[in-house]
């Protein structure tokens, strides 16, 4: 049977950037409080300011009408070429940078096909008939981008599994991580004790696809909003996509814009801000999994020198836009950054941080810097 196999709802993976990537023992030693004010990379300047037009968005395959038909047979001898052309690779991605082994990308196989083909309908007694989102010519095509150019399972199918939703992204938009959804957990967490920050305004900064901003804006109470910002259009227009996907438009906000500039008319008056920014180190971007360096986007990964530009940028802001009691959650590259944010805001001259805590992700890694303003 052609859609035998996994469901949907296992759909996850583990990421690479889930994992603490080793640093150099000079890691860090040269960060100052002088030298990273600016939180953005010179080659941002590059980056067009309009949103892009509907036109332009990513249609996910699960999405698109089912225009096309094929036969069982020929989706069968699809399938089998698809197996052959991993077997081929063998354990190549694993043992080159920690990419994908054969059994998840079998099981990307069976995702592929639960996406594009719709439904089984007998023509006559002897053939069988199935419709689909795409070609079969198409379909061929993809797979063999997925091997060939390691462009990720995510851009082929244009959509995440993401806690209980389904995300929209595209070349340009960072993939959601699974570790990254703890941050919605310490959100349920806090607005569970607190009226004030369940109804308040909240802030993701830097969303991507608008994973946190969606996720969170489910969690508030009937009052509580948030604006979520993005330097790039493409991630911005995504975001705001899968926001109406959702019917969240009363409750969410997408700003373009680079990190807390949208926010002017909400200084001082953020319940609570929450952002996985850039912390990778930029001479440790090329070294990631292929399907990470060479197709996410490197505005979505580069933390400049040591990864800590945007992650300081964001520690000094925070001040300034939280009110009295308001809660912050930033994630990190792991242990080490997470204790030097921690030190920077505990004794930066103009700290206003109090119970600052660093929280293990899933994996027991110490991921998550959080705390609230005075």
């Known amino acids: 049977m052609i859609l035998s196999g996994f469901p949907r709802f296992i759909r996850c993976r583990v990421s690479p950037l889930s994992q603490n990537l080793k640093q150099p023992n000079n890691y860090l030693q040269t960060l100052s409080h002088s030298t990273h004010h600016h939180g953005i990379v010179s080659c941002l300047s590059t980056i067009p300011s309009k949103p892009i037009s509907s036109s332009q968005l990513q249609i996910p395959l699960f999405l698109r009408e089912p225009i096309y038909s094929a036969t069982v047979s020929d989706l069968e001898k699809w399938k089998n070429w698809a197996k052959t052309l991993v077997y081929s690779v063998g354990s190549k991605f694993l043992e080159t940078d920690n990419g ?36 079969m010519d198409q379909l061929y095509f993809l797979w063999k ?28 938009v960072l993939i959601p991580r699974p570790e990254t959804a703890k941050i919605v957990e310490l959100v349920q967490e806090v607005v569970a004790k607190d009226k004030g920050l369940r109804e308040g305004l909240w802030a993701d900064l ?5 994973a946190l901003a969606i996720a969170i804006g489910k969690v508030l109470g009937t009052q509580g909003k948030v604006i979520a910002t993005d330097l790039s259009p493409i991630a911005a227009s995504v975001a705001e996509f899968n926001v109406k996907r959702y019917d969240l ?40 999994q292929a399907e990470v360096g060479k197709h996410e986007p490197r505005l979505a990964l580069d933390g400049g020198e040591n990864g800590m530009d945007d992650l300081l940028h964001l520690c000094e802001g925070a001040a300034s836009m939280l009110k009295p009691g308001g809660f912050y959650a930033f994630e990190t590259n792991g242990e080490k950054q997470s204790k030097f944010l921690v030190n920077f805001m505990m004794n930066h001259p103009k ?11 899933f994996a027991g890694i110490e991921r998550f810097v959080t705390g609230f303003c005075q």
């Open 100 to 135: 994908p082994e054969v059994n998840t990308l079998y099981r990307e196989i069976q995702w592929l096909l639960e996406d594009v083909v719709v439904e089984e309908q007998r023509v006559s007694t002897e053939e069988k008939v199935v419709k689909l989102r795409t070609e």
């Open 145 to 172: 981008q997925r091997i060939e150019k390691r462009r990720p399972f995510q851009y082929i199918v244009g959509c995440e599994h993401w806690r209980d939703l389904i995300l929209c992204v595209q070349e340009g």
């Open 206 to 210: 830097g969303t991507g696809s608008g």
């Open 249 to 288: 438009q009363d409750k969410v906000e997408i700003r373009q814009g680079s990190w807390l500039e949208p926010l002017e008319d909400a200084k001082g008056k953020l319940a609570g801000l929450v952002s996985n920014p850039p912390y990778i180190p930029s001479d440790q971007i090329l070294g990631l």
């Open 351 to 361: 700290s206003m941080f109090q119970d600052v805590r660093i929280l293990a992700d």
